[in-house]
DNA sequence: GAAAAAACCGACTGAGTACTCAGTACAAAA
DNA sequence: TTTTGTACTGAGTACTCAGTCGGTTTTTTC
């Protein structure tokens, strides 16, 4: 493996356990092996690394995001919705480093300044509101899902699970025994009810 | 007004906007009008300064945890569920810079190796879940709210309108239309639907 | 196999960091 | 009036930081 690979896999999972600013180029050297100067052969600035990271991460969301939508096929929009979830938790597992990053608060802090950095944060935040908006319509096409904003009811269905990754990620509450709860608390709250009037 | 209270003050804004990390001893000084050596005067540490941050706003919290519980009857559980979620959103426009403050990660890093953090963050989340719990217990009581866990129920319903104020402090979606929708939303997933087999 | 190019090295730089300390100002106590 | 104690000062300290630079090694090209 090169040692751009190296240097990248490597910052990132610092980024991601210690943070940005608190992850200096010496560690990232002694971790990867690499010299310093070598690292900044390969990257102008420390942030440039972050950005590539973010490029790469971005990429990586896509292709999942493609891989989930084209591969899965559901019976009921509200199904679809249970799969939608269940995706994004088994995303956050395989991909702990990057869910971490994305829950630290210096990826949006630079979204503020530099335009490169805030269009992957919105691609990769898009793509999962979308699998949850799809849902919602599916479920409304097919009467599972009751009338109700469907881009609205996906970022809410997004606070939830994401919260959910978060309890996990920081171990807040054994994330296990919430996942049942939550999937049902969904359930309930996108239904279709009969009008009893 | 006290050097020490002013640098308390300050110290709680430039640690909410620009994270603890980012902000440096000379900048502290800088905007207090405070020597760098009236700081440690007051402060052993910078740490220490973030210890006494969060002390103060833990007592704050819990007055106006009591201030809600004590003042506010609701008729039924899902009425005082809603009044709780404006109550949070209240609260963390009163307290931007708490919330802000909460939102980042230093805090829940300090708590793993500092017992004082730990507790103070203990504190100031279980009243906030607390509150949620008692609205869905008081519903089950009088029947507003159907059978479910009441702590992972409080728990989902934290994560949905923290999400909410994280969506505000950070400008990422217009909030004010997302508050109907989540208050409808939680209704829809508390609400005791009769068994209709 | 020589020349050119790309990859790599680590000592070095200067700006910035949290924190220290000898000393000042000033009010209350003796 | 003298002493004592508290609030305060800012230059100084040892250290860390991202980024540089002159030079060496490895790879590619012809």
């Not at 971005?58 to 493609?66: A, C, G, M, N, P």
């Amino acid at each position: 493996m090169k040692k751009k690979e190296i240097i990248l896999q490597v910052a990132m999972q610092l980024f991601a356990k210690k943070g940005f600013k608190d992850t200096s180029m010496a560690e990232l050297s002694k971790t990867t092996g690499a010299a310093e100067g070598t690292i900044f052969y390969h990257f102008k600035t420390k942030q440039d690394i972050f950005l590539e990271i973010l490029k790469t991460a971005k990429e990586d969301i896509l292709s999942e995001f493609t891989r989930f939508t084209e591969n899965r096929k559901f019976k009921t929009g509200i199904e679809m919705m249970e799969g939608a979830i269940s995706f994004y938790l088994y995303l956050s597992e395989l991909k702990e480093d990057l869910f971490l990053l994305l829950h630290r608060r210096y990826p949006f802090e630079l979204a503020e300044v530099n335009p490169v950095c805030r269009d992957h944060l919105e691609s990769i935040y898009n793509c999962f509101v979308d699998i949850f908006e799809q849902a919602v319509l599916a479920g409304q096409a097919d009467g599972s899902i009751g009338p109700m904003p469907a881009r609205k009811t996906a970022l809410i269905v997004f606070t939830m699970v994401d919260g959910l990754v978060r309890f996990k990620l920081y171990n807040l509450y054994d994330a296990g025994t919430l996942f049942d709860e939550l999937t049902a608390s969904c359930r309930r709250m996108l239904e279709n009810k009969p009008v009893t009037v």
